[in-house]
């Protein structure tokens, strides 16, 4: 089977590619020059000579903040381009599965957020990222899109990794305390991925690590597991603040926890839970920077 993986350098993307080779796979990696994600008038003529059986759309426009300038860049990556990919997948008889984001949500509401809950994005890039959703189904009915939140990985820039930086550093560390949500591993992500590829399934999943806890909460444990898997931090201490006193352009949603009991029904999954998954993502990095 041909699998063609976009976004495959980044933190999702890095970790797809991975685990469709270790299933035996072939892997369709374009970088930008080979499939560029702002030219969604090239895409579709792209991606159908390629010919993939599968297309896992793993790239985004995802700098929240910037996209509030940057509409029409992130209008063209996560809506427009999300779309192209669908009618090449139709075109080529190809499955699609499109990456989403909680953000589609306000975050307005006290229970985590199912798949039938209606969107009400707070800004431009989770508008982008809900009319990206919308387009890839009306062009292919049968893709799969899968919702995620608060990303983390070996791979990339993230959460975890400035965190680690600034404690290192010996620099004070502020984060809000009033935004909560679910941190997930890259590598639990692609494993789900491969698994609803292999469950024939099709149409709007929740995916995230199990519990939810704050931005100043997971910063906190970051540092605590950190120091036991072995990392030299010089800052141990995290205060917490509010949002209001860490303004930024984009509005984030306050409660951004997603329900995953449709997925795990369907696949019969067991979550691992978020703080687990921080260990076992510590212990890899630890050991990538230290060998």
Known sequence: MRVLVTGASGQVGSEVVSAIHRLGHDVIAPDRSGLDLMQPSQVE?????????????????????????????????????????????????????????DFVFSGRQSRPYREEDTPDPLGVYGRSKLEGERAVLEAQPDAVVLRTAWVYGVHGHNFVKTMLRVAAEGRPLRVVDDQTGSPTWARDIAEVITALMQAGVSGLYHYTSAGSVSWCGFASAILSEAIKAGFELRTQIVEPI??????????????????????????????????????????????????
Do not use: F
């Not at 297309?55 to 860049?73: F, G, K, M, P, S």
């Not at 930024?248 to 687990?276: C, F, H, M, Q």
């Open 45 to 101: 003529q792209r991606v159908t000579l390629l010919g993939p059986d599968w297309i896992l759309n793993c790239a985004a426009y995802t700098q929240v903040d910037r996209a509030e300038d940057e509409v029409e860049q992130a209008m063209t990556v996560n809506r427009d381009s999300a779309a192209a990919l669908a009618r090449a997948a139709a075109a080529c008889n190809a499955r699609l599965l499109h990456i989403s984001t």
């Open 242 to 291: 509010t949002t209001a006193e860490y303004p930024t352009p984009a509005t984030r949603p306050a409660y951004s926890v997603l329900d995953t009991g449709k997925i795990e029904d369907e696949l019969g999954l067991s979550i691992p839970g978020w703080r687990d998954s921080l260990v076992a993502m510590l212990g890899e990095l630890y050991t990538c920077e230290t060998s």
